[in-house]
Each structure stands twice: as structure tokens, then as C-alpha cells.
């Protein structure tokens, strides 16, 4: 006879401490924190200016062309970043693409300011990040799914 006190173990629990030891499995967790919380706080650093002065980042031809100021639209950007953010928090099947797209946007306009090429390199390579948290949040959804079948 088993004691009240002593912890129930269901599958569905014995499932989701199984999945925490799955490399890929850590490896998206990994991803999908990092996806939300960066694109979040880089948003919000658009209002503060403490990491950069973000508008040096605003190609000239991006900007005769946005309307306003490189820093308002510098505001744009952030709210873009923060709602990218959430939404690999809570999507981050959709998210994940999110991030990529608006991550290319980004190399664009950086190959296209003279000494930056360092950072639209870097920049890819989160690119590359971001399209792999997409396919490993569909490979645990699909487990999900299937587990609940």
C-alpha cells in the first residue's frame, strides 16, 4: 500500500520527465527560451538606448523611406522584437519563422551599411537558430499530439 505522502507517477509525468532528458528536447527548450527572452529585452533596449544608439543600425535608404525619425523608427523595430518575443513563448512553431524573417529583414539592412558585415554575419547565424527552434517545436508537437492520440 503505497503512502499519501509519496509522489504519483503518471505517465503523462513519467513522459514529461523522459522528454527533459532528451538532448533535441533540451536543445528546443534551450532555443525557445533564448528566442523569447532576447528579442524581448533587444525590443525594449529600443526605448532606453542602454546596450547601443540603435539608430546607427537604420540603413540611410530604410530610413528616407520609413516615416519619421531613425529613432522612431527604431520604436517600430522594438515593438516588433517584443512582439516576436511572446510570440515564440507562445508559439513558438509560428515564432520561430517569425524571428527568421524579421532576422533577415535585418541582414539586408545590414549588408548594406559599410562595417557591418560582421554583425549581419552573426546575425545569420541566429537566423539559422531561429529556423531550427521552428522545426524542433514541430518535432515535439508532433510528439505531443501524437501522446494524446
Given at each position: 500500500m503505497s503512502s499519501p505522502t509519496a509522489p504519483s507517477t503518471t505517465p503523462g509525468r513519467q513522459q514529461r520527465r523522459a522528454a527533459l532528458h532528451d538532448p533535441g528536447y533540451q536543445a528546443f527548450l534551450i532555443l525557445r527560451t533564448g528566442f523569447t527572452v532576447a528579442p524581448i529585452l533587444f525590443g525594449l533596449d529600443k526605448f532606453a538606448?542602454?546596450?547601443?544608439?540603435w539608430p546607427q543600425y537604420l540603413a540611410p535608404w530604410i530610413d528616407d523611406i520609413v516615416p519619421g525619425t531613425a529613432q522612431q523608427a527604431m520604436y517600430a523595430v522594438g515593438v516588433i522584437e517584443i512582439v516576436a518575443g511572446v510570440a515564440v513563448a507562445l508559439a513558438p512553431r509560428f515564432g520561430g519563422w517569425l524571428v527568421a524573417a524579421w532576422?533577415?529583414?535585418i541582414i539586408i539592412n545590414l549588408l548594406t551599411i559599410p562595417g557591418y558585415y560582421d554583425v549581419a554575419l552573426r546575425d545569420f547565424g541566429l537566423l539559422l537558430g531561429a529556423v531550427a527552434l521552428a522545426r524542433l517545436a514541430e518535432r515535439y508537437r508532433a510528439d505531443?499530439?501524437?501522446r494524446a492520440e
Open positions: 538606448d542602454l546596450l547601443t544608439d532576422l533577415a529583414g505531443r499530439v501524437n
